[in-house]
């Protein structure tokens, strides 16, 4: 689960009578730097995400419309198109800051300039490195599954609902890359981005109100509403 505002990661803190049970930006634990993003409830989300996504067809739906309309070849040979340019563009940075390193010792640069434009690099290097992981992720998925689509759609529709925490831990890092949380305070509402681990598998996002009454999501199709609340639960359509 990442933060949308800083990027960082949330993370749980609960305890045994449920005082505390949220997942929270790990911006908080550094005072100042503080994002202001909005915990969340640990069992609204986990238990939205499972029900979500698993234990209804609605992944098993996406994922066979997906490999329907997919051109897994094209979509491989632009994967290893990214990763040679990727490659690339990490071998020049590190190259660059060699030159500023070279150029400090001869005295054309200050400490103070080559500091900055040493951090500039390494944060550039660490996004395509970053962006270089999840392409080879990507290479990676598509070289084992490409005649394999019927297995993996297959494998989606077996999960049961009642699975033990450990399987559904491990069932959510399978298949899905990363969940972004944003609460806007004007709308009342968490703003939900959730992004598949199957490569161009179109993400969905969904907002759930502040008192987690109910989540709503706006689809190609039209709309989607779906209580969360036993409150909710209890009404008619």
């Not at 699975?163 to 972004?180: C, G, M, P």
């Not at 161009?200 to 199709?221: G, K, M, P």
Request: overall charge positive.
């Amino acid at each position: 689960i990442q933060c949308v505002r800083c990027y960082r990661n949330y993370y749980g803190r609960t305890r045994i009578n449920k005082k505390d049970n949220f997942y929270m930006c790990s911006s908080k634990r550094r005072g100042q730097e503080n994002c202001g993003n909005r915990s969340i409830n640990i069992t609204i989300i986990e238990n939205f995400i499972w029900d979500r996504f698993f234990v209804s067809d609605l992944l098993s739906n996406k994922v066979t419309k997906h490999f329907e309309t997919a051109n897994l070849e094209d979509d491989l040979n632009r994967i290893c198109e990214n990763i040679l340019t990727l490659e690339r563009g990490i071998k020049k940075l590190k190259q660059e800051r060699k030159k500023i390193g070279e150029l400090v010792i001869k005295g054309v640069f200050d400490d103070s300039d080559a500091m900055v434009q040493m951090e500039a690099n390494k944060r550039e290097t660490l996004e395509m490195e970053i962006k270089l992981v999840k392409e080879k992720e990507q290479e990676r998925f598509y070289r084992q599954n490409m005649d394999n689509k019927d297995q993996i759609i297959l494998g989606i529709k077996e999960i049961k609902a009642e699975a033990s925490f450990n399987d559904k831990r491990e069932i959510v890092k399978k298949y899905i890359d990363f969940i972004r949380i944003e609460y806007h305070t004007e709308l009342k509402a968490y703003e939900i981005l959730t992004s598949f681990k199957i490569p161009e598998l179109e993400y969905e996002t969904w907002w759930i109100d502040r008192n987690y009454t109910y989540a709503y999501c706006q689809h190609s199709v039209g709309a989607k509403l779906i209580p969360i609340s036993d409150q909710a639960k209890g009404l008619s359509q």
